[in-house]
C-alpha cells in the first residue's frame, strides 16, 4: 500500500522519510549518550536537531506550495494534512530526544541515572529503538500493519514507564534528588517519545485506509502517569 | 487588525477562539485543583477535555473543507495552515491542564505539593491565568503585540520552572520522594503550557504580519530543564 500516491508528493514523502530516518538516528544515539556515557553521541543529536527542524520547515513550505498549485481532491487533501502532522510530530519526537542527550551531556562523565535504574531505562530505549525502526518502515513501505503494530506495543512501554516511578517509590531506593528529577524526566520524554510514534501511526493507519484508529476507544495516548 | 480575513474562515476562528477560551478554563481550574485542592475543579477539567478534543476534530473537518472547496491563494492558505497548527497547540495545552487535575485529584485530599512549594507554584499559576488571557486576547483581537508580549514574557516561567528545581535540590527540602515526583512532572506540565501559548503567539505573529518570528534568533521555546 502507499501512502504517498500522488506523484507531485513524491519530494515531501522524500523529505518526510528522512525525518523519520533522522529521528531513529536520534534515538539511538540519545540511548548511546544516557546508557553507555557517550558524550559524542549526545554531542550529535544536540547538533543533528537543526537538521530536523529543517526537514519539518521544507515539508510545510512543499505542502503549502501543493496546496497552492493544485486543486486538492478529498484523498489529496488528506495526505497533504496528515503529512503536515506526522512533520510536526516528527519534529516533536525530535526535540525529546534531544533532551535525553542534554541531560546525559549535563551529567558526564557520570550518568544521569543511578544503578538501580539503568535495567528499565535500557529495557525502554530498546522498546523506542524497536518502535523508530517501524516509524521509518511503516512510512517507507506504506504498511498499515506495521502502524498497528506500534499503536498496539504502546502499553508495553506504558508498564516500563510505571516501573521507574515505582522504583523510585521503593525503600531499596537510595539515588540523590538530582537522579530522581533525572529519573522523571527522563522517563517523561521517553514515554512522549513513544507517544508521538503512536500518534504517527495513527495517522499512517488514517492516510492507509482512510479510517481513524484515534477515535476508537482505548487508552489515552498520554495518559495520567501518576 | 484580523488573523482570520476571510469570510469563510469565520466558522473555523470562532471556534478557535472557542477552543482558546476553552483552554483558558482549563488552566484557571487546574490551579484551584492544584492549589486549593479543588477536586470538583479537576473534575471539571477531566471531563471538559473531550470537548476540546471536539473542537479541534471541527476545526480540522472545516479547514480540509476550506481547502477542498476553494483555491486558496498564498495568504489564506498561511492562514489555514497556521489555524490546523494552533488547533493542535491548544489541543495540547488542553491535556496538559487535563494532567496537573489528575494529578491535584490523584493526591485529593491532600495536595500533591509539599507546603515549600506553593509559593513558586502559585507564582508559576498566575503567570500561566495572565498568558491564557493573553491567548485569548491576542485570538480575538487579532493583536500581534499581545502575541509578542506573549512570546517576551516567558523567560519569566522558565525561570520559575528553575526555582522548582532549586527548591528540591537545596537542603531544606524535606518532602517525599512522591512529593518530588509530583514538583517535577507538575513543573514540567506548566512549563510546557507556557512552551505551547509561545508556539501559538508566534504563529498569530505569522498569521498578522507574514514575518515567523521562531526563525529569529532566541531561546529555544522548549529548551532543556536541566
Known amino acids: 500500500m502507499r501512502v504517498i500516491f500522488n506523484e507531485e508528493m513524491k519530494a515531501v514523502a522524500d523529505d518526510l522519510d528522512r525525518m523519520a530516518q533522522d529521528v531513529r538516528n536520534a534515538i539511538n544515539l540519545a540511548g548511546d549518550a544516557l546508557l553507555r556515557r557517550d558524550v559524542e553521541a549526545a554531542q550529535a543529536v544536540i547538533d543533528g536537531d537543526a537538521r530536523i527542524d529543517e526537514l519539518e520547515a521544507s515539508v510545510i513550505d512543499q505542502c503549502v506550495r501543493l496546496l497552492a498549485k493544485q486543486t486538492p481532491v478529498a484523498t489529496d487533501l ?36 543511578p544503578a538501580d535504574a539503568v535495567e528499565v531505562f535500557s529495557q525502554m530505549q530498546d522498546f523506542l529503538s524497536e518502535t523508530a525502526d517501524n516509524v521509518v518502515a511503516m512510512l517507507s513501505d506504506r504498511d498499515a500493519r506495521i502502524a498497528d503494530r506500534v499503536i498496539r506495543n504502546d502499553d508495553k512501554l506504558d508498564a516500563m514507564h510505571h516501573r521507574t516511578f515505582e522504583l523510585a517509590l521503593s525503600d531499596d531506593w537510595d539515588g540523590t534528588n538530582q537522579q530522581l528529577i533525572d529519573v522523571v524526566l527522563l522517563g517523561r520524554f521517553m514515554e512522549r517519545i513513544g507517544d508521538h510514534a503512536v500518534s504517527a501511526a495513527r495517522r499512517v493507519v488514517f492516510i492507509v485506509s482512510g479510517f481513524d484508529p484515534s477515535k476508537e476507544p482505548g487508552p489515552d495516548e498520554d495518559g495520567s502517569v501518576e
Open 78 to 113: 488528506r495526505v497533504v494534512v496528515s503529512t503536515l502532522r506526522l512533520a510536526a510530530t516528527f519534529e516533536r519526537m525530535g526535540d525529546l530526544a534531544k533532551h535525553i542527550a542534554e541531560s546525559a551531556r549535563c551529567a558526564y562523565p557520570e550518568s544521569p541515572l
